[in-house]
């Protein structure tokens, strides 16, 4: 699971709100939903995001291992 918790800190430590960035990024309501809840986004919207922040991609989202998750074994 991705999780975009970095991306809303960051946005809180420079005083900005969802607004600010959906005005800065060029995205959309939906899409901000999307990050809020973890949810699958294309990579030009993190590519714009990262333009408007001037940050890395790490800097805004991590993984996070889904207890739900299936591992799946392979077997030869």
Known sequence: MISYDKL???LQS???HKYTMRQLAGISAPTIAKLSKGET???AVIDRICAALDC???D???YRKN???EIMTYTE
């Open 56 to 58: 890395q991609p790490g």
């Open 41 to 43: 986004v294309n990579t």
């Open 14 to 16: 420079r005083g900005y």
């Open 8 to 10: 809303f800190a960051l």
């Open 67 to 69: 207890a739900r998750a």
């Open 60 to 62: 805004i989202m991590e």
